[in-house]
């Protein structure tokens, strides 16, 4: 079962690597982002502290969010044009294919993280975390990655096309705009402030800007841990059943 996650995770690598727009996607376009809105938009931003220290953890989400599309429709491809037949044939473990797909996104995702965060400190991030706050930082990080890694796998699968597939991450890659990643939440206007303060991805944010910070919150923490954790479950157990029904 190891040996064949490690081959899936090898063929998976190469098949991002061949594919220039979704290297982009994955790891160039966050930053592209994070330059936009620090470097451009920064100042027309009232936070209480620099505009980079408060947007690095939203970017650093962002990026986990913004390769999801390839996920999925990769997912969705191996469905669709026989090559999960030709694994059975090969006695390739079924939960390999999966496993291969989820940790080549948290791999892609560690190295968008890498170039984000190189990015804001050349902006003049300076973050407050000791040792424990980055070993925080780098867990909810890795749970984030494997819990949207389940889930983009579940939708990849349920999708009829690799089109539709790529469309079903869409609002995975939007909700982070909706969230505490650019603006705090009481910030926005009726309606987006409630929903802004009580989707997943905001807890998520604040766990980590409180750890970079050096000063966590447990009202963040706990309900962020809980999310991933939910999130993670959710798509292991859809993404199981599905690919059973169609494998």
């Not at 931003?45 to 690095?56: I, L």
């Not at 469905?79 to 090969?90: E, H």
């Not at 939440?185 to 980590?208: D, H, R, S």
Request: aromatic share 8%; hydrophobic share 55%.
């Amino acid at each position: 079962m190891k040996s064949h996650s490690m081959v899936m995770l090898r063929r998976n690598v190469k098949h991002i690597t061949r594919n220039p727009i979704s290297v982009f996607n994955a790891v160039l376009m966050p930053v592209v982002v994070l330059l936009m809105f620090v470097y451009m938009l920064g100042d027309a931003f009232s936070v209480g502290v620099d505009y980079v220290d408060y947007a690095t953890p939203g970017m650093i989400l962002l990026a986990v969010c913004y390769g999801l599309g390839a996920v999925a429709t990769g997912v969705n491809s191996d469905m669709t044009t026989g090559i999960i037949n030709r694994f059975k044939v090969m006695d390739v473990s079924r939960g390999a294919v999966l496993t291969g797909h989820v940790v080549s996104s948290v791999v892609t995702n560690l190295i968008a993280i890498a170039a984000i965060i190189g990015t804001a400190f050349a902006l003049g991030f300076r973050p407050n975390a000791g040792f424990a706050d980055w070993l925080g930082v780098i867990g909810v990080i890795l749970l984030l990655s494997i819990a949207a890694g389940w889930l983009t796998v579940a939708l990849g699968l349920a999708a009829k096309t690799p089109e539709s597939a790529g469309l079903a991450a869409v609002p995975l890659v939007m909700l982070p705009f909706f969230s505490s990643a650019i603006v705090p939440a009481e910030k926005m206007g009726p309606g987006v402030k409630q929903f802004a303060e009580y989707q997943p991805f905001t807890p998520i944010i604040e766990t980590m800007r409180g750890l970079l910070n050096g000063t966590p919150h447990a009202g963040d923490v706990i309900p962020a841990i809980c999310w991933c954790v939910g999130i993670a479950v959710v798509g292991y157990l859809w993404a199981s059943a599905t690919f059973k029904k169609r494998a």
